[in-house]
């Protein structure tokens, strides 16, 4: 076995997810402190909505990139690596939708 891993979808905007992850991480601290700080119980609801749109987004976004890459690729090779990834694909659409 190799020390690297192989490269996945989102690789190539690694740096991009990265920025998006911590403006997500930013929105979570900002409603620690919101919460800290005693505000009206509709504006941390508020806060919450968003960073859940943010997540959702994200996910989807990544979802994507894993769809046109990992499981197209594996799709063309065909076989029970394609059953696979499209089962494991399918299993997190799932995922996603009951959260």
Do not use: N, W
Not at 39 to 50: F, G
Not at 55 to 82: I, K, N, T, Y
């Amino acid at each position: 076995m190799s020390g690297a891993s192989p490269p996945h979808g989102y690789t190539h905007r690694k740096d991009d997810h990265l920025k998006r992850l911590r403006r997500i991480e930013g929105q979570v601290r900002g409603l620690q402190r919101m919460v800290d700080e005693d505000k009206y119980c509709i504006d941390v609801l508020t806060q919450v909505s968003a960073v859940t749109r943010a997540l959702q987004s994200f996910s989807l976004e990544l979802l994507e990139e894993h769809m046109s890459g990992c499981v197209v690729d594996a799709a063309a090779r065909g076989g029970e690596e394609a059953d696979a990834k499209i089962k494991e694909a399918s299993q997190a659409i799932a995922r996603l939708v009951r959260s």
